[in-house]
T-cell receptor, first 113, second 112 residues
Framework: DAMVIQNPRYQVTQFGKPVTLSCSQTLNHNVMYWYQQKSSQAPKLLFH???????NEADTPDNFQSRRPNTSFCFLDIRSPGLGDAAMYLC????????????FGPGTRLTVL | GENVEQHPSTLSVQEGDSAVIKCTYSDSASNYFPWYKQELGKRPQLIID?????GEKKDQRIAVTLNKTAKHFSLHITETQPEDSAVYFC???????????FGTGTRLTVIP
């Protein structure tokens, strides 16, 4: 059974055209994360939500925003995608008592034309 | 902040041989060390983890060792199989932090 679901799995957008990626979870975990992973690199944390509290990484560009309307869903908005934003975007979740144990979704591969 | 280094970046072994991947970390407060396996185009999957109150943990053909004094930890895979071929990431975290600090990854190829 899928626990962390990401939609779409593949997204193509044009340079500068806003795009939204979706993540949902059936685990009822408190914490949800968004990572960016470029080819042959480690996942890079963009931000995370602890319940409704938003935590941005210092080096995350302003171009990236996130929303978490409820426990189950979290969205990644890229306001004006550039060619350098083409990557795999991974969503992950963890439970508050063990925030370090993270469960990843299958990812959304973003292509920017 | 934490800095995790991982070696080697690529590793090729013959089927049946053992593979060892090593990571070092910089923050002595780190106390949780997971290993993730990522096959091409797929999600990172947790394969084993260790907390700082133990020095070694085994799960079938996979083991992880931790040396807190030296601040390094290693992944050991015995009797490797072609399906073990993937990129492996180590990571470090600490109590109260939500961040996982990842190593740069090791591409393991098991040659049949």
């Amino acid at each position: 059974d899928a626990m962390v679901i990401q939609n779409p799995r593949y997204q193509v957008t044009q340079f500068g055209k806003p795009v939204t990626l979706s993540c949902s979870q059936t685990l009822n975990h408190n914490v949800m994360y968004w990572y960016q992973q470029k080819s042959s690199q480690a996942p890079k944390l963009l931000f995370h939500y602890y319940d409704k509290d938003f935590n941005n990484e210092a080096d995350t560009p302003d171009n990236f925003q996130s929303r978490r309307p409820n426990t189950s869903f979290c969205f990644l908005d890229i306001r004006s995608p550039g060619l350098g934003d083409a990557a795999m975007y991974l969503c992950a979740t963890s439970i508050h008592s063990r925030p370090d144990t993270q469960y990843f979704g299958p990812g959304t591969r973003l292509t920017v034309l | 902040g934490e800095n995790v280094e991982q070696h080697p970046s690529t590793l090729s072994v013959q089927e049946g041989d053992s593979a060892v991947i090593k990571c070092t970390y910089s923050d002595s407060a780190s106390n949780y060390f997971p290993w993730y396996k990522q096959e091409l185009g797929k999600r990172p999957q947790l394969i084993i983890d260790i907390r700082s109150n133990v020095g070694e943990k085994k799960d079938q053909r996979i083991a992880v060792t931790l040396n807190k004094t030296a601040k390094h930890f290693s992944l050991h895979i015995t009797e490797t199989q072609p399906e073990d071929s993937a990129v492996y990431f180590c990571a470090a975290s600490k109590t109260g932090a939500n961040n996982l600090f990842f190593g740069t990854g090791t591409r393991l190829t098991v040659i049949p």
